[in-house]
């Protein structure tokens, strides 16, 4: 009898030959640390993180500069071959999200970061999320990785339309992931709500909400995901949508 291939995915270990080289380059374009404001007290590695994406700048951004090493959530076509990453960087991330126009300099632009990109992935540790059935193998190796001390950030925002300071939906993989949590370990792990701002320097890590607590108050997943983008949406809001008035004032007082 023919054996069956394991597909089963694997926690990411961050390890590529190229990636400290890639990182370094990373670290040059955005060479400004985010001003980190935690709301959260001390962060536990038994966690899940749900962020804005900020563009494509948001998550080599939070992979240097958030306060743990994580695994992340990503696009499942960056996981395929060079074909598929490139149509889907030029057709679905620059044309549809970025709104570039499509010609040679888009398709070129597509081309190359298809090539680089498997080291980004690899060095940051992703995994491939799905629409479909196939997401049950990235919530289980989720809950892997955050057993071996990697907490799991996740972008849930509907980007469908491109990228925006205030977000309008969050999808609900990330409840799944803690309810699955849950009923597997018997722990009601704290996700944490983030909101980056690569353009103003800013990153805001905001109090822990535990779903089991939203789930007694007869919540269901999207209701629970809403919550959170309200949350993360209050923290644009609070502390990063006129944070250049806010903190001059603040610098202005403190002299």
């Not at 007290?41 to 962020?51: N, R, W």
């Not at 958030?66 to 960056?78: F, L, N, R, S």
């Not at 469908?160 to 993989?173: A, H, M, R, S």
């Not at 990063?240 to 202005?252: H, I, Q, R, T």
């Amino acid at each position: 009898m023919a054996k069956t291939k394991n597909t089963e995915l694997q926690v990411p270990n961050g390890k590529h030959p190229i990636w400290p080289i890639y990182k370094f380059i990373i670290r040059c374009v955005h060479r400004h640390k985010p001003k980190i404001i935690n709301l959260a007290g001390e962060l536990t590695k038994e966690s899940i993180v749900v962020a804005n994406h900020s563009a494509m700048s948001g998550p080599p951004v939070l992979e240097l500069y958030y306060p743990h090493t994580t695994c992340k959530w990503g696009a499942h076509e960056m996981f395929g071959n060079h074909k598929s990453r490139t149509d889907y960087l030029r057709d679905v991330l620059y044309i549809q999200k970025k709104h570039m126009k499509p010609g040679f300099i888009t398709s070129a632009k597509a081309w190359i970061i298809g090539w680089l990109n498997p080291i980004a992935y690899k060095g940051m540790r992703n995994l491939p999320t799905y629409t479909d059935g196939r997401l049950g193998k990235t919530i289980k190796t989720s809950i892997k990785a955050i057993d071996q001390g990697y907490p799991v950030m996740i972008f849930p925002e509907n980007s469908n339309e491109g990228y925006f300071d205030v977000l309008t939906e969050f999808f609900p993989g990330f409840v799944m992931l803690a309810q699955r949590y849950f009923v597997e370990k018997g722990k009601d792990i704290p996700v944490y709500p983030t909101y980056i701002s690569v353009s103003k320097h800013i990153l805001v890590i905001g109090e822990p909400i535990y779903c089991q607590d939203l789930v007694k108050q007869g919540m269901n997943r999207y209701q629970i995901a809403n919550v959170f983008k309200d949350k993360v949406n209050e923290l644009y809001f609070n502390y990063v949508k006129d944070a250049e008035v806010y903190y001059a004032k603040k610098d202005k007082k403190q002299k």
